[in-house]
């Protein structure tokens, strides 16, 4: 790794594949930039129409240039990229950025000859970095190696932050958006098409890089999520912060799949699970990604008191420009609490006066140093808040010592972070020299804290019940076909730990049963995964006359639904009852792999989209959280002094179904029980309906 990345990130020899003469051409960029920006390693321009490139010695082929070549940079057309990997492969080059477009971005033929690129780099031994790529930067290594115009800037601020961005023009927006805040930045990679080095593999990097002290990504899919996983945890543990803004929260081209949990989990439901599961923090904005590093870097979470909360005291000079913030923090479920009665009476002592407002609105009286220096100690202090939030208004644009400076003075064991509501460079350069995480919109300053309360260490693997395991997996075995059917996929929740319905199978509609009435009765099929859609099921049914008209009522109705559907039998099971209907959903996802939903249960579910989603598997302690984030669950809980329902066997029955994604040798597609009935506490739960779908 180390020494990849000294190609990469540091090369004491690049070559500039289809560099051109002419300045004002991107192909001329990467040798203008580097030298512009301090580069001092050999360059050597490839151009076979050349024997001199903007004053320098060119070659016309890698093969004549003089090596060892640490790093190739391409930006030939696409149709001769793979013949140059070749090349490279045969000199010993070690990576190549491909700058050339015309690859997978382009369909199915582009895809075509991306593959063959790779399968050329992977014979030689080159690794890449793209196709689409604009290219690898290191400001200390003076290495700024792109075609992004945004280094045509005269100078590069070194800093602490590490990028990978999906996109390449964004890389420049952000490069000059925090450029404009002083803020510099340690590496910076556009990857483009990601067809072998990726993200993960670059934060990897960025964990073992001295300059680096935070990690932020730019990112429109997860395309290597188990390596990012690994690198996000790695980093974690370095106690650098990962810091993702993701495009995709829309719902324009979710994946449907043939559950309610298919349409439950759409992309950027399970990135979110993703990034919560591996210590990743999440913003919402640009500007947070750029502006929320400085807060996770200076408090970090083994910072955060054990049993903290989410409470946040606001002293301000602008009593607007604090409710600008504060209306956002509302929206994230963060308090917002008045001074406790001690920090009012301490003030009050020094002749300060402050009431019991969740602000503390020092517009008139407190724009003075020794004020505000005074309520800041105070909250500081306190044990009655988590964080301290300083606003200021416009004392911040021209006398900065009345409010500015005690921030930067102060002490803190807490997070404190400032809001600058006017244009107030001035100011916001004394709060970074003073290393106090400060924003200069209200949005980003929402947005950083409301992510760093949202920070938790990466999950830990839950122990697995390998005797359940072991029995989930000989009932999988025992069945052929992608679908099972109700009853087979109930007998592998059960060896999971989930209590099942009582049932039996009749062949025909005459058949006897032997269950006690009243009971519920459904097609057996593994090709009706919707049994309500299609007239399959029938409830409350009360004797054994009712029973044979409903079940020839169900044949008749699912031979008109889906007349080529392999018909087992009638399922006939107890009729069950409950405090609260819960759907327990699991998916394999293409991007993420296994993840776990818990939601309002019934035909509806998806509908109202209260559920809570996390990789799979998740522990009892983390499935009772995931039951506390759905709203439809509160009834449930005992709210307003209704029924509390056995939340606990719940949380068991969560976790169980959550080990689906460990079942040795039969792996899943999809499972789902819906509905699971919630008994009053103390009587557990059942599931009296479910699927289960292989891979």
Known sequence: MQALARA?????????????????????????????????GALLPINPGRREILGEPAWPSLSEAPGPIDHVFVMTPSDTVIDIVRECGRLGVPVATVFSDGFAERGEEGRRLQDALVAAAREGGVRLVGPNALGVIDTHANCPLTCNAAFETDTLIRGNLGIVSQSGSMLGAVLSRAQARGFGFSRMVSVGNECDIGVGELTSMMVEDPHTDAILLFLETLRDAPVLA???????????????????????????????????????????????????????????????????????????????????????????GAATVVDRLGLSDIAIGPPAQAVIEDLARQRIHVGHSPLIDLTLAGTKKEIFSAVLDALLASDHCDAVLAVVGSSAQFHPQLAVEPIVGAKPHKPLIAFIAPAADTSLDLLREGRVPAFRTPESCADAIRAWFDWAPPAEEPPGDEAGLSAAAARLADRTGHALDERAAAGVFAALGIPTATSEVLADPAQPCSLEFPVVAKVLSPDV?????????????????????????????????????????????????????????????????????????????????????????????????????????????????????????????????SRLARVPGQPVAEAEINPLLVREAGRGVVAVDGLLVRR
């Open 230 to 320: 690994r690198a996000a945890r790695e980093a974690y543990a370095a106690g650098k912060p990962v810091i993702v803004f993701k495009l995709g929260r829309s719902d324009i081209g979710r994946e449907l799949a043939a559950s309610h949990t298919g349409a439950m989990t759409g992309s950027d439901d399970v990135a979110a699970a993703f990034f919560r599961a591996h210590g990743i923090v999440r913003v919402d904005t640009l500007e947070g990604l750029l502006e929320a590093a400085q807060l996770m870097v200076r408090f970090p979470p083994a910072l955060r008191p054990v049993g903290s909360g989410r409470r946040v005291s606001v002293v301000t000079t602008t009593g607007g």
């Open 8 to 40: 990469l990130f540091n090369p004491q020899r690049i070559a500039l594949v289809g560099a051109s003469g002419d300045p004002s051409k991107n192909t001329a960029r990467p040798q203008r930039f580097l030298r512009r920006h301090g580069y001092t």
């Open 529 to 657: 995964l919707h049994k309500t859609d299609a007239g399959g099921v029938v409830l409350r049914i009360p004797d054994a006359a009712a029973l044979r008209e409903a079940a020839g009522r169900i044949l008749a109705s699912v031979a008109r639904a889906q007349p080529d559907a392999r018909i087992e039998g009638i399922l006939v099971q107890r009729m069950e009852s409950g405090l609260a209907e819960v759907i327990l959903g699991y998916r394999h996802d293409p991007q993420v792999g296994p993840v776990v939903i818990v939601g309002a249960g019934g035909t509806l579910a998806e509908v109202y989209r209260d559920y809570a989603i996390r990789c799979a598997p998740v522990s009892a302690q983390e499935a009772a959280a995931m039951i506390d984030e759905v709203r439809a669950l509160a009834l449930a809980k005992g709210y307003r002094g209704s029924p509390r329902g056995d939340i606990d066997a719940l949380a068991e029955a969560v976790a169980a179904f």
